[in-house]
C-alpha cells in the first residue's frame, strides 16, 4: 500500500537543525517511507494523495517515559518530594491495577489520548500485575500507539498491598513475558529503581535480559534523598549506576530515567555504554528533583530523549513537554551561564531522538517507519505578518492544543 502526503513538510533530521519544505511530498510504501521531497517522483504520479494544504506535516512525538498506572493521578501530590510523593500517592494508585475492568477503562482511554496529542512511540512502566499489562498493551496496539511496556518489578520498600517477593515477581515476569504476542507493543525489562529490588531480583532479571536479550528500563540519580538511600543499600557502589552495573542491566539500550544528579564519572558511563537518558522536565520541576544538565549530557555523547513521566510530569502532551524542556533549561541557564536549548534542539530530543530508540533514522529518513502527524496552526492567534515554517512550528509547540492535530499516522497507518 502507497501513502502519499503533502503539505508543509518540517522535520529534524540533526540536534539543533529543522530542515522544511514547503508544499512538499512525502511517500511511504507498506509503512516505510521512501521519498520525502518538493516534487513528487514519476512513479507516484496517478496515485491519491492525501492534500493537507497549508498545514504542517510534523515527525509524531516518541515518549520514552510514562507510568501508565499514574494516568488517573495526574496533577496529584505535586507538593511532595519523590519518596513521599511514592508513598502517599503511587503506590496506592497502582494497586488498583489488580482489577482488570479498572485497568481496561483507564488504558483506553490513555492510549486514544497518546494518539490524540500525537505520541506514537512510547517506552512505559505498568504496575506489578502481569493480567494489567497485558490490557495495557492491547489497549495501546489497538489505539495505534507502538513501542515498549514493562510489567514493573519491586520486592521491597513498597506498601505491603502492592509489593511482590523475589520469588514471585521473576515467575510471573516470565509468566508475563510468555504472554506478549503484540505486533508493535513489545516487553521491557522494568525493576523499578534499586531501592524498590533486592539484589536476587536484580540479579534474576539481569539474567533475563541476557538469555531473552531483552531491553532493561529503570530510575537513575532523579533526586538527592534517593541518590543517598542507593549509596546505603550498596556501599559496595561507587555511584548509583554500578548498582544496575552488577547485575548485568547496564547495557547498550538500557533506558534510564532522569539522571538529575549523574557526576561527570556517571555520565561517562552512560555514554561510554550507550545508555540512553530520558530527560523528564516537567516531573523533575514539580517534585523538586533538581534540573537536568541535558546540554552537558549531550555535549558528552550521551543519547538524550524526552519523557512526560506522568505522574510525576502532568503533561501527556509532549508538546508541552518540549517547551517544558526549553524552559526548564533556561533556568538552568540563568543560574550557570550555560547556553539553554533551543525550540529546533529540544524538538529534536521529542521526536528524532525518541524515534531512533526503535531504529528511526535522522528525521523523516528513507527507509524509516512513518510516524507523523499533520498541525492545523490555523486557528492560532492571527499573525500580523506572513510567518516562515520555522516560526509556525514554534509556535505550534508553544500553543498546542489536541484540536490542532488533524491527522496521526503511526507505523504507516492512520489513527487519527
Ligand atoms: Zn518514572
Not at 492525501?50 to 496529584?76: K, N, T
Not at 494508585?93 to 497518546?114: N, Q
Request: glycine content about 10%; overall charge negative; some cysteine.
Amino acid at each position: 500500500m502507497t501513502t502519499i502526503l503533502h503539505g508543509n513538510i518540517l522535520h529534524a533530521p540533526r540536534f539543533g537543525e529543522v530542515s522544511a519544505i514547503p508544499k512538499g511530498y512525502l511517500a511511504a510504501e507498506d509503512g516505510a517511507l521512501t521519498y520525502v521531497g518538493e516534487t513528487l517522483p514519476e512513479q507516484y504520479q496517478g496515485l491519491p494523495v492525501e492534500d493537507w494544504g497549508d498545514r504542517l506535516i510534523l515527525p509524531s512525538f516518541a515518549d520514552l517515559h510514562l507510568h501508565a498506572p499514574q494516568y488517573v493521578m495526574l496533577g496529584m501530590g505535586m507538593d511532595l518530594p519523590l519518596l513521599d510523593w511514592l508513598n502517599t500517592y503511587t503506590f496506592r494508585t497502582e494497586a488498583r491495577f489488580a482489577d482488570g475492568d479498572f485497568a481496561r477503562k483507564v488504558y483506553r482511554k490513555l492510549a486514544r489520548e497518546l494518539i490524540a496529542w500525537g505520541t506514537t512511540r512510547v517506552v512505559m512502566f505498568s504496575s506489578i500485575h502481569t493480567e494489567a499489562t497485558w490490557i495495557l498493551m492491547e489497549e495501546l496496539e489497538a489505539a495505534g500507539v507502538t513501542g515498549y511496556v514493562g510489567k514493573v518489578n519491586m520486592d521491597r520498600n513498597s506498601s505491603p498491598d502492592y509489593q511482590e517477593t523475589c520469588e514471585e515477581s521473576l515467575r510471573e515476569t516470565e509468566r508475563w513475558l510468555d504472554g506478549c504476542h503484540f505486533a508493535h507493543v513489545r516487553p521491557i525489562l522494568t525493576p523499578r529503581f534499586t531501592p524498590s529490588c533486592s539484589d536476587g531480583l536484580m540479579a534474576g532479571l539481569g539474567k533475563l535480559a541476557r538469555e531473552r536479550n531483552l531491553p532493561v528500563q529503570s530510575h537513575l540519580s532523579e533526586n538527592r534523598g534517593e541518590v543517598a538511600w542507593v549509596k546505603e543499600l550498596h556501599p559496595d557502589c561507587g555511584r548509583y549506576w554500578e548498582t544496575y552495573a552488577k547485575f548485568g542491566l547496564w547495557k547498550k539500550g538500557t533506558l534510564m530515567a532522569h539522571c538529575v544528579h549523574s557526576d561527570q564519572a556517571e555520565q561517562a558511563a552512560m555514554a561510554e555504554a550507550g545508555v540512553v537518558a530520558v530527560h523528564c522536565a516537567a516531573s523533575n520541576v514539580n517534585i523538586c528533583s533538581g534540573t537536568a544538565p541535558v546540554r552537558q549530557l549531550v555535549d558528552r555523547g550521551v543519547w538524550v530523549a524526552l519523557g512526560s513521566d506522568i505522574a510525576g510530569g502532568d503533561q501527556l502532551s509532549m508538546a508541552a513537554n518540549v517547551v517544558l524542556t526549553i524552559r526548564a533549561s533556561k533556568v538552568k541557564a540563568m543560574e550557570t551561564g550555560a547556553p539553554f536549548l533551543t525550540v529546533p534542539e529540544a524538538w529534536y530530543l521529542g521526536t528524532t531522538a525518541g524515534h531512533r530508540y526503535f531504529g528511526g533514522g535522522e528525521g523523516f529518513a528513507l527507509g524509516g517507519r512513518l510516524h507523523a502527524m499533520v498541525v492545523d496552526d490555523s486557528a492560532l492567534p492571527p499573525p500580523a505578518r506572513e510567518l516562515s515554517l520555522q516560526e509556525r512550528l514554534e509556535r505550534s509547540l508553544y500553543l498546542m492544543e489536541k484540536d490542532c492535530i488533524a491527522a496521526v499516522y503511526s507505523d504507516g497507518r492512520r489513527v487519527k
